[in-house]
């Protein structure tokens, strides 16, 4: 069955770095959309980057455009984010997700589009 799985979240300074995985399975991974998603407490979930399969073409929201590197593996079926220059303001739980097809970033960004989900990793940036 279709199984993603996050790790990487923890505790960091505000200025730091932090490098979240995404590890798949049960689907033909080079061909789907990952998406990776953030929720703060009281919040919405909110699209952060996604990816396209086979090109990798990548999007970003405006929040952590510049800061973030949304990147994949499709030897290793792994997505990566890389978040430098981290603010208290993106603590939040962070999910991955995945979807067939690419429409467009305003798609690959919107949660509702997304038929497979992991269960989460925690970020915290202590200010």
């Known amino acids: 069955q279709v199984q993603l799985v996050e790790s990487g979240g923890g505790l960091v300074q505000a200025g730091g770095s932090l490098r979240l995985s995404c590890a798949a399975s049960g689907f033909t991974f080079d061909d789907y959309v990952i998406g990776w998603f953030r929720q703060a407490p009281g919040k919405e979930r909110e699209g952060v980057s996604c990816?396209?399969?086979?090109?990798?073409?990548?999007s970003y929201a405006a929040a952590v455009k510049g800061r973030f590197t949304i990147s994949r593996d499709n030897a290793k079926n792994t997505v990566y984010l890389q978040m430098d220059s981290l603010k208290p303001e993106d603590a939040a739980v962070y999910y991955c997700a995945a979807r067939p097809v690419w429409y467009s970033d305003t798609v690959c960004r919107n949660r509702y589009e997304y038929n497979y989900w992991g269960q989460g990793t925690q970020v915290t940036v202590s200010s």
């Open positions: 990816i396209k399969g086979r090109t990798g073409r990548p």
